[in-house]
């Protein structure tokens, strides 16, 4: 018998200031870190991540990490 997941995607992006003066920034790390804490108490564990790059207005970029959550229900 096969068991049924759950996924949960959590998407976390730099900041805009940063980007848009300084031409990048960095992810928050922290933040990142603080979220995968938080959903592994109840169980959930990191699937996978990517970093994407989004355009941001006309001439400007900047990376999301897309992580996606998964748990045995």
């Known amino acids: ?11 976390v992006t ?3 200031l940063g980007s848009l003066f300084f031409g990048s920034s960095k992810l928050p790390i922290e933040k990142m ?3 995968m804490n938080e959903l592994g108490r109840p169980g ?3 699937t996978f991540m990517v970093i994407e790059k989004k355009r ?3 001439f400007w970029e900047r990376e999301a ?5 998964s748990r045995t229900l």
Do not use: H, P
């Not at 018998?1 to 998407?11: F, G, N, P, Q």
């Not at 990490?65 to 959550?69: E, N, Q």
């Open 65 to 69: 990490a897309v992580i996606t959550f």
């Open 14 to 16: 730099e900041g805009v």
């Open 44 to 46: 959930w564990d990191v």
């Open 56 to 58: 941001l207005l006309l």
């Open 33 to 35: 870190e603080a979220r």
């Open 1 to 11: 018998m096969a068991t049924a997941r759950e996924y949960k995607v959590e998407v």
